[in-house]
């Protein structure tokens, strides 16, 4: 699992952490275990020679990082030093004598590579807009005055007391519309009003004009009503608090102060559109990112989606829910992810470790819920690895399918009691999990959220866990690769984990595998579901009519559904796990029409001779003589030269159109002139 050129670091942090340097040692193979019981402090010096030696170096301590970093930038050394935090998640425990299978894993799991996440860059100027409805936003602009380019809109009819000086403009307004992020908002105001110099009680405003227009860095909004943006929370640059809670303002205001220069923020989503099976031909077909995203930022733009890097909060549930893979997310990537887990699982399992339960949480959240239980509760049971992400929305079917398949007995995700956001594709993605898992003998109860503010409702629903039976026979592969690939791979290995392997398990509405239905009956063999397709699950042959699927390929996207002229596709939800090794199937086939010509087999035999057997006699371009029908039955190349050779004229038998003049000249009795009378 790790180089033998490693060392790995522990420390007893003054013998409140149980350490069994041999029992981790078991789970980090082939590395050097060093143990200290205050290196931060008397053991400084020591740990200043190890750095300076220049190995591959975990340390077990995240409180201390920031000192461990500067005295090894004291040394000439080259190597990154890793962190892991054996303390609050493991040593502070009720447990603590049996968790050292869970900080050998830890340890493990945290020198894992992960790869460098590109960034972009908002600009803000410290132009402000603060929004209220009362004196609270005067005041809070006096706070903002001297370090940003205040502007007060305040709603009509707010009673305002006029200063002795005018600091910054005070307006009257309602926001109509609200747009843009950090740097580069716009604010459509109706309503709009410039307060007037002559005010004296109260302050009073001039002519109103619907439309008015405001550009700016940032926004306060102290209104007190529906928040300007969806997930109002996830916006940069927008904040917004309670007027009535001068706690939450001051808070909003400080905030606010430091919103002025550049920012970096992460590039959450790579997104290849190329990938994207959003819609073909004006025609759509997948939606589930723009039905996810909390944010509002992602528009359809043709053929694909667009994804505003500016605007995106990171939630990750449009890559979860991507089908395709044509969104995938980057702090870290889906396969990095799952390499982590790899690491987590295999090292808790070598080092003895059973029953493994896996704990998606946050920084901002699940964070301070560990670290409280393990400062003044029962600490985290010795079982339960915590797996620190980005977003908790970011985790999608691979990882869930490849920490099953290494073995974890249950995964369990922290939630905060009042989400920020919108949690749909974390639902889908845990029911769809779910199904997988029961029709493969998993059982039920393995996937779930625990939604709470309160450590000690967190620690009760942990213990609450059952003792499960983990797959017999646990995977190891190591994943590599785009995010549709890694998933394929993730399910073929759970399947042949699973305690009853099955071939095909019926999935919900939405699941990104399935195959689809054609009532052949129906079916012309027109091809145009094969056009649509972007990921060529439906296939032609060039040599004959025939329509082949592609199950593996298969995204269950629905264009071919939408497409489809005669309404004959019917999409069917589900996984094979044989389909990855199966060939093309047939679904459709029929005998071509040759060429009376050529004898080039050029289209479906069936539906040229329907098209004969409505025009021939019928259709006045086709009437006379019978050589105009053989136009239909010759490909594309004879027909040309036929119709050169004959000199026919496709407009030589067309009826007379019969017009008002003729049938006034009829009704009066005046012949219609000949045409070559003149």
């Avoid at 190995?55 to 892991?84: H, Y």
């Avoid at 290995?493 to 392997?501: C, M």
Wanted: proline share 7%; aromatic share 4%; glycine share 8%.
């Amino acid at each position: 699992m790790t180089s033998p050129s490693e060392q790995i670091l522990i420390c007893s942090c003054e013998d409140t952490v149980p350490l069994d340097a041999d029992a981790v040692g078991r789970g980090c193979k082939g590395s050097e275990i060093l143990t200290a019981r205050n290196l931060c402090g008397r053991e400084m010096d020591r740990f200043r020679v190890i750095a300076a030696a220049d190995r591959a170096l975990t340390v077990g301590c995240t409180q201390e990082a920031a000192l461990f970093l500067d005295v090894s930038s004291e040394t000439a050394r080259a190597n990154a030093i890793k962190f892991a935090n054996i303390r609050e998640t493991a040593g502070w425990s009720n447990d603590a004598a049996s968790a050292s299978p869970k900080m050998a894993a830890l340890l493990v799991a945290a020198a894992e590579p992960m790869p460098d996440v590109a960034s972009i860059k908002l600009e803000s100027g410290g132009v402000i807009l603060i929004y209220g409805r009362d004196q609270a936003a005067v005041d809070a602009g006096k706070l903002l005055k001297d370090h940003l380019d205040v502007t007060v809109l305040v709603a009509p009819g707010a009673h305002i007391i006029p200063g002795a000086t005018t600091s910054f403009p005070i307006a009257q307004g309602k926001v109509r519309t609200a747009r843009g992020h950090l740097g580069t908002f716009e604010i459509t105001v109706d309503s709009f009003a410039q307060s007037l110099p002559s005010s004296r009680d109260v302050l009073k405003f001039g002519p109103v004009r619907n439309g008015a227009r405001s550009n700016c860095d940032v926004v306060l909004d102290l209104s007190g009503g529906n928040a300007l943006f969806p997930a109002a929370d996830l916006r940069d640059g927008y904040l917004r608090a309670d007027p009535g809670n001068p706690t939450a303002v001051l808070e909003a205001v400080l905030k606010a102060r430091d919103l002025i220069g550049t920012f970096e923020k992460p590039r959450y989503i790579t997104f290849d559109a190329s990938l994207c099976a959003h819609s073909r031909s004006q025609i759509v077909g997948c939606t589930r990112c723009l039905d996810l995203c909390p944010a509002g930022a992602i528009a359809p733009a043709g053929d694909h989606v667009a994804i505003d890097p500016n605007s995106c909060a990171g939630c990750g549930q449009c890559a979860a829910a991507c089908p395709t893979g044509a969104a995938s997310y980057a702090v870290p990537p889906e396969d990095a992810l799952m390499r982590k887990l790899r690491a987590l699982l295999l090292t808790y399992r070598e080092a003895g470790g059973e029953q493994a339960i896996l704990l998606f949480h946050d920084e901002p959240h699940g964070a301070p819920l560990i670290d409280a239980l393990a400062r003044f509760g029962d600490g985290l049971p010795a079982n339960v690895l915590p797996v620190a992400v980005n977003e908790i929305t970011q985790v999608g079917l691979e990882s869930i399918a490849a920490a099953m398949a290494y073995g974890a007995a249950a995964t369990r995700f922290l939630l905060r009691a009042r989400p920020r956001h919108d949690l749909s594709g974390l639902t889908r993605t845990i029911a769809l999990a779910d199904s997988i898992l029961t029709g493969l003998g998993f059982g039920g109860s393995r996937i779930a959220t625990i939604e709470t503010d309160d450590p000690d409702v967190l620690i009760a629903t942990l213990r609450a866990i059952p003792e499960l039976p983990i797959a017999p026979r646990p995977a190891s592969f190591r994943p590599v690769g785009a995010k549709r690939g890694v998933l394929r791979v993730a399910m073929g290995e759970l399947q042949r984990a699973a305690p009853a392997p099955v071939d095909v398990i019926a999935l919900p509405t939405g699941a990104p595998f399935g195959a689809i239905e054609v009532d052949v009956g129906g079916c012309t063999l027109c091809l145009s579901c094969v056009s649509a397709c972007p990921t060529g699950a439906l296939r032609d042959d060039p040599e004959r009519p025939m329509l082949r699927f592609v199950e593996d390929v298969c995204v269950q996207c629905g264009l071919c559904q939408a497409t489809c002229p005669e309404d004959v596709i019917t999409l069917k939800p589900q996984i094979d796990f044989r389909a990855v090794t199966a060939p093309a199937r047939i679904l459709k086939k029929e005998e071509p029409f040759c060429c009376i010509s050529c004898g080039k087999p050029f289209g479906v035999k069936s539906t040229i001779d329907r098209v004969i057997a409505k025009l021939e006699g019928k259709h006045w371009m086709y009437s006379g003589s019978s050589r105009r029908i053989d136009v239909i039955k010759m490909c594309e190349d004879c027909r040309v030269a036929f119709v050169a050779s004959e000199g026919f004229d496709p407009y030589a038998n067309k009826p007379s159109i019969r017009t008002t003049d003729d049938y006034l000249r009829e009704r009066e009795g005046i012949a219609k002139p000949d045409k070559d009378s003149n």
